[in-house]
C-alpha cells in the first residue's frame, strides 16, 4: 500500500521512444502514459526538472540494448521534484518532500522503463535525497548522476588531501564536478583540468589552479605528472602518460582504460548526495547548467539535439512542472 494526501491523475506527459535511433527521429511526446504506481519501497515523485545526460542519447541509440529494459522507454536519469506519493515501507520521505537523485541504481543494466522526462516518476527512496534549500530544482536536476561519477571515481582511486589531480574534459557535467569535489571537498593541493581556449575561466572559477587549453597544449608533454588523473573524456591512453609513477588513471568511457587506468559504473546511491547537501549549502561547491542548458518540456527535442553535440558546459536540464 502507498500513501497520498492528493488525488493523482491516472495519465501523464512524457517523452518515449518505442524504437532505437536518433532522438530526432525516434523520440515522441504522449499525453496517454499510465503514472505509475510506487512500489512498496518506492516514492512517487512529480517532476518538477530532469538532467540529462550523455548515456540517454547513446542508450536511445541502441547502444546498451543487449541489456536494457524493454521497449518503449522514457529517458533520464536525474530528477528533482516532489514526493506526491510513498510506498508502506518508505521511512525517509514524505508527501511534499523536495527530493532529487539518480533513479537508476546501476546505469545500464535494465535501467527503468520510465525514467524522469515525463511529469511523474517512481524512484526508490534510497536512491533520492533532500534537495539543497539554497538549490532550484533545476540547479538539482543537473547534479546528481554526474556528482556521484565525479565522487565515486575520486574515492576509488583512494584521492585524499595533499595530493595532485589532472581532469580531462574540467567544462563537462562530471568534469565541472571532479574540480570541485578535489579542490573544495577533499583538499587537493593542485588541480589542473582541460578544456577549449573559451571555457578556462569557468575551470578557474571553480578551482582550477592550473586550467590547460588542450587547443594549444598537450598535457601528456607537460614536465609536471600528477597523483591522479581523471579522464572524462575518453583519452586514457595519453592520460596514462601524464600520471606519477604508482599513481592512479580513471576514465568513465567505456573501452578506453589501458592499465595502469581503470574503467568503473558508479551506482546511484542517495546517501552520497546527503553527505554532500552540505558542500552545496555552503556554496563550496555548486551545479554549473549551461548558459543555453534550461529546456521546457516542449523543446525536449531540442535538448537532446544540443546533448548531442558534445559542446555542453555543464548540464543539459527540462524544466517540466516549474515550480522555481
Not at 565522487?151 to 595532485?164: I, V
Not at 581532469?167 to 564536478?177: D, N
Not at 602518460?241 to 582504460?257: F, L, Q, R, S, Y
Request: net charge neutral; proline share 6%; with cysteine.
Amino acid at each position: 500500500m502507498a500513501s497520498s494526501t492528493a488525488t493523482l491523475p491516472s495519465k501523464m506527459k512524457a517523452w518515449r521512444y518505442s524504437e532505437y535511433g536518433k532522438s530526432s527521429d525516434v523520440l515522441k511526446l504522449d499525453s496517454d502514459v499510465v503514472v505509475p504506481q510506487p512500489n512498496d519501497d518506492q516514492v512517487l515523485v512529480k517532476v518538477v526538472a530532469a538532467g540529462l545526460n550523455p548515456v540517454d542519447f547513446k542508450r536511445m541509440l541502441g547502444m546498451i540494448k543487449h541489456i536494457d529494459s524493454p521497449l518503449p522507454i522514457i529517458p533520464g536519469y536525474d530528477v528533482a521534484g516532489v514526493v506526491v506519493k510513498v510506498g508502506s515501507q518508505v521511512k525517509k520521505f514524505k508527501v511534499g518532500d523536495e527530493v532529487y537523485g539518480n533513479v537508476n541504481e546501476t546505469p545500464l543494466n535494465h535501467a527503468k522503463q520510465i525514467g524522469t522526462v515525463a511529469e511523474y516518476t517512481a524512484v526508490e527512496e534510497k536512491l533520492l535525497a533532500i534537495k539543497p534549500k539554497n538549490l532550484s530544482f533545476a540547479e538539482a536536476a543537473g547534479v546528481p548522476l554526474a556528482t556521484e561519477t565525479a565522487n565515486e571515481g575520486l574515492e576509488r582511486c583512494q584521492f585524499s588531501a595533499g595530493k595532485s589531480i589532472l581532469v580531462l574534459g574540467g567544462a563537462g557535467g562530471v568534469g565541472t564536478m571532479v574540480i570541485q569535489l578535489a579542490k573544495h571537498v577533499y583538499g587537493a593541493s593542485k588541480v589542473a583540468a582541460t578544456s577549449s581556449t573559451g571555457k578556462l575561466d569557468l575551470l578557474k572559477s571553480l578551482g582550477a589552479d592550473w586550467p590547460i587549453d588542450y587547443t594549444k597544449q598537450n598535457f601528456e608533454d607537460l614536465p609536471e605528472k600528477f597523483d591522479v588523473v581523471y579522464d572524462a573524456v575518453g583519452q586514457c591512453e595519453r592520460a596514462v602518460k601524464a600520471v606519477k609513477e604508482g599513481g592512479h588513471v580513471v576514465t568513465i568511457v567505456d573501452g578506453a582504460a589501458l592499465p595502469p587506468a581503470f574503467w568503473f559504473l558508479v551506482l546511484s546511491n542517495g546517501a552520497v548526495l546527503e553527505k554532500l547537501n552540505p558542500f552545496f549549502e555552503s556554496g563550496k561547491i555548486k551545479p554549473i547548467i549551461d548558459p543555453k542548458g534550461i529546456f521546457p518540456f516542449s523543446q525536449t527535442k531540442e535538448a537532446f539535439a544540443y546533448l548531442e553535440t558534445g559542446r555542453v558546459i555543464g548540464k543539459v536540464v527540462i524544466s517540466i512542472n516549474p515550480m522555481r
